[in-house]
């Protein structure tokens, strides 16, 4: 319509914007939503509730998926469903994606990440002017070819990964992997092929195409620390009055369990996730309601060292009001809170120990080099795999836990140097042990 600013976004008959009065002041302060109603003859509008804008889009994609006008279209002779991928946009594939899936699922960050990518090249495409291929006008039929698939490992091979601040600046910008390329390319195929999936379907045309695979594009990362650098980094953590507790934390509880930084992370002895409870012989690292995916989380032996931790953050949580227990009984925590990464505290300590800082020294160097130690320490190869979650669990696993016990008696050989290279730090606090672990022959469960 004259005068009106450009919308924000677009899908089908309806867009969004801001509602302003003939002065150009703001009737609400969030976002709206408009369309044009033909049987009233006049525009319509309705608020988002929001003022952020990304919440506002999905606000206006389940509109536009509730309408039954703005459906997939059907055939008017027989009323079945027609999924057209020429004229069903990639954009519109992403947004009901991120919306009917996306949004809903534990990675939905990394996601969101790979499919930000995706929309990035739609834009440097468009902003190519003739010379793009593609663009945000980009079909299901199109976005299907191999075609695009190499248009756009092409473009994304030169196009760094950066990190922001609090104000949008760049502040850490490194060459992109071959292997991040070729994650968002898989999410991509998730996109598509989510579209011939829905019911009815949205789309006729799946990828003809596949991710390269992990031996091509992933390098084999080669770096290991042993026992001494362990016992330098665990002496760091346990150093007092530092303000280091969530990396103690996330240190020990990575030894006992050789999880990935994620898994570790996520401990919780509140009783809601039902990950561990007091006098519990083992640790569920996959809480309640949380799907396994391919990164599977296995249910462990807790070792005498992590059940002392587990423990003392129990009493610490049963002796909050029930009113305060909320969002508390994380093992990794920030003065009770919970903590996503401990990067920023991992980097400080790799510095001040003087230690490489390079990629293949972020915190899962912990989870590969303990793998290592503990292998090269007498663990058999179904322990390992089991206790690393690398191998699916049977329908016997289900009734009968493993206890693994090749890999507790090397992690129990391993603790045990280490408490001797750094006395004490192994503990909460650093005055000395609080429960003396069994001989390593008997470590099978505590």
Known sequence: ????????????????????????????????IFWYDPAA??????????????????????????DADEAPAFCHACGQPLAQAEAYLLTDAIADYRLEWGSTRVSADTIEGRIKHVLDFLDAEDARGSDGRFGI??????????????????????QPVTWRNGAGAVTVSKPRSPAATEAAIAQLIA?????ANASPPRSDKRPT????????????????????????????????????GSLHRFVIASICTIARPGAVVDISVAPDRQQWWPGSPTIDLNPLGRSQNKKRRPVLPVLPL?????????????????EQRVGRGWLVNYYGRSVKSIDSAWAAMLVD????????????????????????????????????????????????????????????????????????????KRTGASRSSPPAREANMP
């Open 353 to 428: 120990l003087k230690m490489p800082t390079g990629r293949d020294w972020q915190p899962y160097v912990l989870r590969h080099s303990l793998a290592t130690l503990v292998r090269n320490r007498g663990a058999e190869r179904w322990d390992l795999e089991g206790f690393m979650g690398h191998r699916a669990s049977s329908q016997t696993e289900v009734y009968a836990v493993g206890e693994f016990p090749s890999v507790v008696r090397a992690l129990q050989t391993l603790l045990t140097e280490i408490e001797r290279l750094a006395p004490g730090s192994l503990h909460r």
């Open 209 to 244: 195409y596949r991710p390269l695979p992990g031996s091509q594009v992933q390098r084999k990362r080669r770096t290991r620390i042993g026992v001494d650098e362990l016992a330098r980094i665990v002496a760091y953590a346990a150093e007092p009055n530092k303000r280091r």
């Open 137 to 158: 006008a980009t079909s299901c039929a199109a976005a299907c070819t191999v075609v695009f698939v190499n248009a756009f490992r092409s473009w994304s091979r030169l």
């Open 306 to 322: 992590l059940a002392d931790w587990l423990e003392a953050e129990w009493e610490e949580f049963v002796a909050l009001k029930p």
């Open 1 to 32: 319509m004259p005068g009106r600013e450009t919308p924000l976004y677009r899908r089908g008959k309806y867009w969004l914007g801001w509602d302003r009065r003939n002065d150009g002041s703001l009737r609400s302060p969030n976002l709206t």
């Open 41 to 66: 003859r006049r525009e319509r509008s309705a608020s988002t509730g929001t003022a952020e804008e990304q919440l506002a889009i999905l606000a206006l994609d389940r509109r536009y998926l509730a």
């Open 191 to 195: 996109v598509l092929n989510h579209a």
